[in-house]
């Protein structure tokens, strides 16, 4: 198996399949059941969070046979089944990324007319839709300002920003959000379960972690640790094929700053630098934790906010801590970390940055206050 296969198997087959966008997959749905399919829409977002997923799910359900135009496509009949496996000929996908996408923007403009081969509707998804040149646009302005009653426009774009607002109002646009950790994490269980294996609960929540919110990185981290590891995968095992420094060590050096024990951190990084662990990762989790805690120490109610960024045990670790830092100490950790994360990409000497962060964290206070004195 590779890791390509996994996120390609997965790719939802139905509505209720996509994660995390219940309120783009709420208002399509409603809309299939009322018989009002708009005829343009347009998605934009982050990378590999379900937008071309939406965009195939709408060409199925709109030419489903058994269901008419159902919001539950049937995944059996003919049409369904030429979707799920990549045959259907009334979907065309053009990937405007490619080139400027002017002869096939044109070739849509003609094709248009013409009437779906199999099923009722034809559905253009063009994808990377801001890249398109000027000229392009216009052509495809004109097809959106009267396009023909069998045909539906699924524009997708990572930059909205770069769409122009006649196009922008022409359509229905749904803003794509990254999924949470924690609905990565049980899309990713689910998968292993059915691959016939399984997946710890916290080695989930790291992949989830790892992969940033993208549901698609998620899945080919998971693929490539399943290539790599037996069925039963834990944290410690995704840790070790990521390379990713233990996170327990970003709970111990937590712990070392606040107590200030700076020998005994300073020996930490020694031992991680020497381990050949990625210390840029340690130091993102490292401020990840100065960012909760401080969240935490300002106002407990925050908390929703943090939690799906660490894992339980984190931050209860980070709670346990809370009290041995003032409000202003992790404020200035935030920004100690901040400047010296910068550093990482041009530094001679590997653990440097983390040795100066974690000295100041420290130390830098003190020095403050007397000063001021
Ligand atoms: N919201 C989601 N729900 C379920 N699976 C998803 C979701 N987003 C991404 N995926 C997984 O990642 C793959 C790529 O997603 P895709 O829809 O092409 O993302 P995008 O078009 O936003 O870049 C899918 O095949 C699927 O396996
Ligand atoms: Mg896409
Ligand atoms: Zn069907």
Request: glycine share 6%.
């Amino acid at each position: 198996m590779n890791e390509q296969v996994l996120y390609r198997k997965y790719r939802p087959k139905s509505f209720d399949e996509v994660v995390g966008q219940e309120h783009v997959v709420g208002a399509i749905k409603n809309a299939f059941k009322m018989g009002r399919v708009a005829h343009g829409f347009l998605f934009s977002g982050p990378r590999g969070i379900g937008k071309t997923s939406m965009a195939r799910l709408i060409a199925k359900a709109l030419n489903c046979e058994k269901n008419g135009k159902a919001d539950v496509p049937c995944n059996m009949c003919a049409l369904c089944r030429d979707f799920n496996e990549g045959r259907a000929v009334d979907v065309i996908e053009i990937d405007a990324a490619s080139n400027n996408g002017i002869d096939e923007i044109r070739e849509l403009r003609d094709g248009v007319r013409f009437v779906p081969v199999r099923g009722k509707y034809k559905t253009y998804i063009i994808d990377e839709v801001h890249q398109l040149s000027k000229q392009a646009f216009d052509a495809l302005l004109k097809t959106l300002e009267e396009p023909p009653a069998h045909a539906v426009f699924v524009l997708a774009t990572t930059v909205l920003e770069k769409v122009p607002a006649t196009i922008v109002s022409r359509t229905q646009h749904y803003a794509f959000r990254r999924p949470s950790a924690m609905d990565i994490a049980e899309r990713l269980i689910t998968i292993a379960k059915k691959e016939g294996g399984t997946l710890k609960k916290d080695a989930a929540h790291l992949i989830a972690l790892a992969a940033e919110g993208g549901l698609r990185d998620a899945e080919s981290i998971l693929g490539q640790i399943m290539a790599a590891e037996d069925k039963d995968i834990t944290r410690e095992a995704v840790e070790e094929i990521l390379g990713l420094p233990r996170r327990e060590a970003v709970k111990e050096m937590f712990s070392l700053i606040a107590k200030k024990d700076a020998p005994a951190a300073l020996a930490l990084i020694q031992t991680l630098a020497e381990s050949g662990y990625d210390l840029s990762y340690f130091s993102k989790v490292l401020l990840q934790y100065f960012r909760s805690a401080f969240f935490l120490h300002t106002d407990p109610s925050l908390k929703p906010f943090i939690s799906a960024d660490l894992l339980p045990d984190e931050l209860e670790a980070i709670e346990k801590h809370l009290l041995l830092f003032t409000s202003a100490d992790l404020s200035r950790g935030i920004t100690i970390l901040f400047g010296h994360i910068q550093n990482f990409r041009k530094t001679p000497i590997p653990q440097l940055p983390l040795e100066l962060a974690v000295i100041e964290l420290m130390h830098g206070g003190e020095e403050r206050v007397q000063e001021k004195k």
